[in-house]
């Protein structure tokens, strides 16, 4: 398999692993998020992570982005693509490590900035005000924040620099993906089906930060609690999670970027030689 | 989308719709046979489905199936791209209809033909034993048969048409794929999830004809009764599929062919409109 093709499964993967409290996953649909379109933006976003593979990282990501959002007719998986995308460059051109995945979001520029702003007109995504001071920037802005983008000279690194106190993607891009790969280590270390072992990743990263996406639609301490009780549920009943997930649903309450970094984690562990029939 | 990657969504909505019975679902695993190995198998059947774009379709068959038997590790969905396959090079290139996909298979070559025998040596099918007098051109014998093949000049329709009578997708090469779209248009006509419409046309098209790959590996007999149950939950009581779901696990009794003939009949329908998000 190709990096972008394994990175279309790790999509694949994590929308399937459950339980997954919160996530649509293979026991659950969310009232207007159904499973079957995270596969249809899995495979949309298919031509953008093949773009990873050798074209710009903006140009690739915006096109994984407008490719999911034409085939699933909403947002699915746009965080899990701002990970996945790097990622994907990093392995199409060497060993997939934490240092060399820090070169590529380095090397990104001020094109890859602009493409990013793009693809926020390709769909609707949940986001934070920006920092004070930084209105101008606001990727709600899209295409038209791209001018004040080039004044000020900004890469997509630049960018993702300023959501890294308040965003757990950015950090990852910031802090050379230190969670992505801890996960993918314990999916590695892990057995079972692949799915499975991603919905166990998405049950331990909940417990180890509060979820971005959760902050964003619902305040701190909802996400404070999502991650206190992820703790409690370390290793134990699987029908506890199971009851959490449904309640998760039922709140709709939905940490998606805990989805996200699990489908990254997923996508590691691939590339280091996990697979479907193992 | 392009019709290669609704091709790929037809195969990951085909396994997800559920209850399906005998066959790997949303939810069911069978014990050799899990759900993720099917999404891995769509995927590595892309880039085939693409070369069904503008390729020979010998040559795109052979490719999706050494794609899919490679990421899935096993034998996933061979019935189901060997339906795909024309389909998708008859969508390419204008309107998908039998009559087109009739043309399209009419002009295969004796070229299609030997690239459709070395795909069997990619991974393990269940087949028939040939015709009498057609030993020479058992499929199982893979690309051995080759020069058997080109000494009589047989095009992969002619080498289909040689099952015809014993083999559901052969009989959907020969005579214009009839029971293909007449389940799409069922499911074009119905409303919900694709995949559960799917699962619906999954049904009708079991309580249509026995199945193949059940007569191949159980007998005549079974592949009746089990025509005869499906018959009977026509429209019925959704837990009463569910139970016989169940039951047909039990028992390892598998109609894959259906579950082709169900894959296929999503894409049409995805050709013609259908979306998820619909």
């Known amino acids: 398999m190709t990096p972008a093709e394994r990175a279309e499964l790790a999509l694949l993967l994590e929308v399937t692993g459950a339980p997954k409290p919160g996530n649509v996953d293979r026991e659950r649909d969310l009232p207007d998020l159904r499973f079957e379109q995270f596969l249809a933006g899995a495979v949309g976003a298919r031509a953008g992570l093949e773009t990873a593979e050798d074209g710009p990282v903006g140009e690739a990501f915006e096109t994984a982005v407008a490719g999911m959002a034409d085939a699933a007719g909403t947002n699915t998986q746009f965080g ?11 392995a199409s051109t060497g060993e997939l490590t934490r240092e060399r995945a820090s070169e590529v979001v380095d090397a990104t520029t001020v094109d890859d900035a602009a493409a990013f702003y793009r693809a926020f007109e ?109 703790l409690e549920l370390q290793g134990g009943d699987p029908e506890a999670v199971r009851e959490f997930a449904d309640e998760l649903v039922e709140r709709g309450v939905n940490p998606g970027t805990t989805a996200d970094l699990t489908a990254a984690a997923l996508f590691v562990a691939l590339e280091r030689g996990v697979s479907v029939d193992g």
């Open 122 to 230: 390709q769909t609707d995504v949940a986001v934070q005000d920006p920092p004070e001071g930084a209105d101008a920037l606001d990727v709600r802005r899209g295409a038209d924040a791209i001018p004040d983008l080039r004044e000020r000279g900004l890469t997509l690194l630049d960018v993702l620099g300023l959501g890294a106190d308040h965003d757990a993607n950015a950090r990852e891009w910031v802090e050379g993906f230190p969670r992505v790969f801890r996960a993918a280590a314990r999916v590695e270390a892990d057995d079972g089906p692949l799915a499975d072992r991603g919905a166990r990743a998405f049950l331990q990263l909940l417990a180890e930060a509060p979820d971005t996406l959760v902050v964003t639609e619902h305040g701190e301490s909802v996400a404070d609690e999502l991650q206190e009780r992820a």
């Open 80 to 90: 899990c693509l701002l990970l996945l995308v790097p990622l994907v460059r990093t």
